[in-house]
């Protein structure tokens, strides 16, 4: 009877353990990537649900109240540019969105620099506040009954961050460095191939086993606009020469190489050149 009771016992135990009731969530998680113009914007937050409850100037009071601007762990937003918000340059990062409610009419919508807090931060540190957005709060005319973020109003260099909960509405403008992105990407490209365009080509093509005339071509051109080659780039030309069947050309860059090599004390490439002039006969 006992090892009976016994053995019932490590069953139930061992079905408590592994049993794991799982049930939904009251406020859900939620992820939003939107890009605007060419930078990428991620929120995440937790979505509270009105459930017959008064919310602004009750459940969240005004009077200068910090919400969390959601549930759970507080709200983040990720910016991959830096981004202006009402005036106030924001450099590219996470940050935790808080809002002051001030009254039924104006919020404060605060970016905090830390974002590792479960709410709002028990300790608030005023130098954390990045970018502060004074809102104007409309009323609409129906009841939103689970808090929404999103990004609306969607231009090639600005959006607005939206927050719609119950019957209270606010945006959030913002602009993105669009512009000077394109134009420096315009430059770029209307300028012609940089040297690391030429050089990455070149080694490509050899390493591929693709036309070695075509990446000489490629390398010449890179190493002409580097005021001084250094060990690297000319090991790479020795290869290259020599793929392309200019055996000259590759035993006089190995030379160079191995200079450079042995003056910045670099022993691996001077082996490896060594040993490439070796396989070419000139050492």
């Known amino acids: 009877m006992k090892k009976l009771f016994l053995s019932f016992l490590v069953v139930a135990l ?30 995440e937050y937790s979505r509270p ?49 808080y809002t002051k409610l001030n009254s039924a009419k104006q919020w404060d919508v605060m970016f905090y620099a830390d974002t590792n807090n479960w709410g709002t931060p ?8 990045v970018a502060t957005a004074k809102v104007d709060v409309m009323e609409v005319p129906f009841v939103v009954e689970t808090f929404t973020l999103d990004i609306n ?10 927050m719609i909960w119950e019957k209270s509405y606010a945006a959030v403008p913002f602009t993105v460095p669009t512009e000077s992105k394109v134009q420096a ?26 036309d070695p005339a075509q990446a000489k071509k490629w390398i010449d051109k890179a190493l002409s606009m580097v005021e001084t080659p250094r060990f690297w780039h000319l090991r790479q030309k020795s290869l290259i020469y020599a ?41």
């Open 14 to 43: 061992a079905f408590s353990v592994n049993a794991q009731v799982e049930t939904p969530q009251p406020s859900p998680f939620s992820k939003i990537e939107q890009k605007v113009g060419l930078t990428d914007i991620t929120i």
């Open 49 to 97: 649900s009105v459930k017959g409850r008064k919310i602004f100037g009750a459940l969240e009071p005004y009077g200068g109240n910090v919400w969390r601007t959601g549930a759970n762990k507080n709200t983040t937003i990720t910016f991959s540019d830096d981004v202006t918000i009402a005036g106030q340059t924001v450099k590219a990062g996470s940050y935790a969105i």
């Open 122 to 129: 028990q300790n608030w540190d005023d130098s954390k506040v």
């Open 153 to 162: 109003n969607i231009t090639n260099g600005s959006a607005t961050l939206d």
């Open 185 to 210: 990407s315009i430059d770029k490209t209307m300028n012609g191939p940089g040297v690391g365009d030429y050089y990455n080509a070149a080694v490509y093509y050899v390493s591929e086993g693709k």
């Open 243 to 283: 793929a392309a069947g200019d055996k000259a050309g590759a035993i006089k860059a190995a030379k160079a190489s191995l200079a450079d090599a042995e003056k910045s004390g670099n022993a691996g490439y001077v082996k490896m050149n060594k040993d490439s002039l070796k396989e070419w006969g000139a050492l």
